[in-house]
């Protein structure tokens, strides 16, 4: 079992920015990507950012490229989401979530994870 617990959310105004966290704890040996994800109300919810924890590979999101970066601290289990240059539609609920072994599924993809936090709102206005 692997618990996530997120952290950093906020509201901000557009053009602003924030920092999310998630810190991974219980059996994490085997976990090899992690991700963050978003739902804004009446949407499904989408793969913003992911990274492989080995390799250090990170993938985005079109909407999302040049202002979101993730990141990984492997001695604290963490990952990071910096957030630059909100927009008023990055207004959602920000889930962490990982995942190990190998995934059919591409890594921006709800189903490639199987663990998942409990989520951090993010308001932008305006």
């Known amino acids: 079992q692997v618990q996530l617990v997120e952290s950093g959310g906020g509201s901000v105004q557009a053009g602003g920015s924030l920092r999310l966290s998630c810190a991974a704890s219980g059996y994490t040996r085997n976990l090899n990507r992690m991700a963050w994800f978003r739902q804004a109300p009446g949407k499904e919810r989408e793969g913003v950012a992911a990274i492989y924890i080995i390799s250090g590979g990170t993938y985005y999101v079109d909407s999302v490229k040049g202002r979101f970066t993730i990141s990984h601290d492997s001695a604290r289990n963490t990952v990071f989401l910096q957030m630059n240059s909100l927009k008023l539609d990055d207004t959602a609920i920000y889930y962490c979530?990982?995942?190990?072994?190998?995934?059919?599924?591409?890594?921006?993809?709800?189903?490639?994870?199987?663990?998942w936090g409990q989520g951090t709102q993010v308001s932008v206005s305006s």
């Open positions: 979530a990982a995942g190990t072994g190998v995934s059919m599924y591409t890594v921006l993809d709800r189903s490639a994870f199987g663990s």
